[in-house]
């Protein structure tokens, strides 16, 4: 069974940097894809950045430029860059990897804010 946890949750200024871990464990060597999530209240959960395989990511309009999806297979961990941080960018944020079955971790909070 795979178990993602999420961390780095913060407050931060806007125009600020924040680096999201997510450690996992299980059977994620089946893992094909991994991505982070977010759900701002009263909006539906979004993706903000996907990884298929080793190298091909994805990114929405909203945080291309600004996001990065990073992978370390030898951890394992999976790490979610964000830069320029904006208001609207608050949210709780989610790690999200499919192995045979859907995977979420339990969120990490994320505010940006003067």
């Known amino acids: 069974q795979v178990r993602l946890v999420e961390s780095g949750g913060d407050l931060v200024q806007p125009g600020g940097s924040l680096k999201l871990s997510c450690a996992a464990s299980?059977?994620?060597?089946?893992?094909?894809?991994w991505g982070w999530f977010r759900q701002a209240p009263g909006k539906s959960r979004e993706m903000v950045a996907s990884?298929?395989?080793?190298?091909?990511?994805s990114y929405p309009d909203s945080v291309k430029g600004r996001f990065t999806i990073i992978r370390d297979n030898a951890k394992p961990m999976v790490y979610l860059q964000m830069d320029d941080l904006k208001p609207d960018d608050t949210a709780v944020y989610y790690c999200?990897?499919?192995?045979?079955?859907?995977?979420w971790g339990q969120g990490t909070q994320v505010t940006v804010s003067s």
């Open positions: 299980g059977g994620i060597i089946m893992a094909s894809s």
């Open positions: 999200y990897c499919y192995a045979n079955g859907h995977f």
């Open positions: 990884l298929q395989g080793q190298f091909d990511t």
